[in-house]
């Protein structure tokens, strides 16, 4: 007598096997973290040390003596883009590596790292050029 199964068995539940983060994706996640947190550092140091930079120190001069052609002003989209950047490239490669192995999320991890360097080397060249 058959019970409509034909022989086939249901995939038994492994017990143990919810959600669990081994240490060494964690620890991969955390230490190139801190490559990308130096990026976001140095995004911080443009951002306040650009302003102040010689180029924008005589904007007062200029303006009380009429050479309105002469005055800058700082770059605070290409600024602020460039610490938007590192932590947006962090999260996206996350999201990218997640539920795979530390050696796939670490490739993922040096990859979202190598884009975020490059944009922000385009903008701090950018920026610099101004």
Known sequence: MSDGTDGARAP??????????????VAVAVVLGLFFAWDVVEAVGNLVAVPQDARYANNDFYRENGLDGLVAQPPWPALVAGVLVPP??????????????????????????AVSAALTLTITAYVTSI
């Not at 539940?13 to 081994?22: C, D, M, N, V, Y």
């Not at 962090?90 to 539920?99: I, M």
């Open 12 to 25: 038994e539940a492994r017990p143990g096997r919810g959600r669990r983060f081994p240490w060494a994706v």
């Open 88 to 113: 947006v490239a962090y999260v996206l490669a996350l999201r990218a590596g997640r539920r795979r192995g530390a050696g796939v999320l670490a490739l993922t991890l040096v990859t979202g790292l």
